[in-house]
T-cell receptor, first 116, second 112 residues
Framework: AQSVTQLGSHVSVSEGALVLLRCNYS??????LFWYVQYPNQGLQLLLK??????LVKGINGFEAEFKKSETSFHLTKPSAHMSDAAEYFC??????????????FGSGTRLLVRP | DGGITQSPKYLFRKEGQNVTLSCEQN?????MYWYRQDPGQGLRLIYY???????QKGDIAEGYSVSREKKESFPLTVTSAQKNPTAFYLC???????????FGSGTRLTVV
């Protein structure tokens, strides 16, 4: 069965510092992978996705993620944190085989705090 | 612009009353989903629908009901049988596995 683990329910960084949010998946076959961001009292917004093309994926707001099959990871990074990056981030996985439900499996989320 | 509209954004109801949350999309997506979000518990799937007039239970369907009479609409009813209905509810839709979900802006339900 597919699963996804996000290490660290809270991550705190200083403004201008590197952001690293960790995501590991469990799957016998490399899945499709997604990162979403959620601001308070809002829905989730897609940041970026991996669908078996380039392993380094660039997304919105300066975020990027690298798919590493050997480590079953898809960590999210941003070189320099901004106050506006403070939000909750969710990693999600979808199987690469045909699944008519299109269901995603979500990690438990990581809340990013940015210190001035 | 295409998207998903959830209404209302905030909803207050008395204990024991049924309440229906609206979710409408104009993206022409086949699949739609309802999730519940509680602090520190991530997203939990309530119901999903792959096509009109068909839907399946998710992980926490007890106390909830849905309908899918039109492709664009997937309303969720929180019944009096739901023991702890106060939560943030998110609706989403999808056009396929490669695309992930598009989410609505959510409805915060408070039962007093």
């Amino acid at each position: 069965a597919q699963s996804v683990t996000q290490l660290g329910s809270h991550v705190s960084v200083s403004e201008g510092a590197l952001v690293l949010l960790r995501c590991n998946y469990s799957s016998s076959v490399p899945p499709y992978l997604f990162w979403y961001v959620q601001y308070p009292n809002q829905g989730l917004q897609l940041l970026l996705k991996y669908t078996s093309a380039a392993t380094l994926v660039k997304g919105i707001n300066g975020f990027e993620a690298e798919f590493k099959k050997s480590e079953t990871s898809f960590h999210l990074t941003k070189p320099s944190a901004h106050m506006s990056d403070a939000a909750e981030y969710f990693c999600a996985v979808s199987p690469p085989w045909m699944d008519s439900s299109y269901k995603l499996i979500f990690g438990s989320g990581t809340r990013l705090l940015v210190r001035p | 612009d295409g998207g998903i509209t959830q209404s209302p954004k905030y909803l207050f109801r008395k204990e024991g009353q049924n309440v229906t949350l609206s979710c409408e999309q104009n993206l022409n997506h086949d699949a739609m989903y309802w999730y519940r979000q509680d602090p520190g518990q991530g997203l939990r799937l309530i119901y999903y629908s792959q096509i009109v007039n068909d839907f399946q239970k998710g992980d926490i369907a007890e106390g909830y009901s849905v309908s899918r009479e039109k492709k664009e609409s997937f309303p969720l009813t929180v019944t009096s049988a739901q023991k702890n209905p106060t939560a943030f509810y998110l609706c989403a839709s999808s056009m396929g596995q490669l695309y992930g979900y598009t989410f609505g802006s959510g409805t915060r339900l408070t039962v007093v």
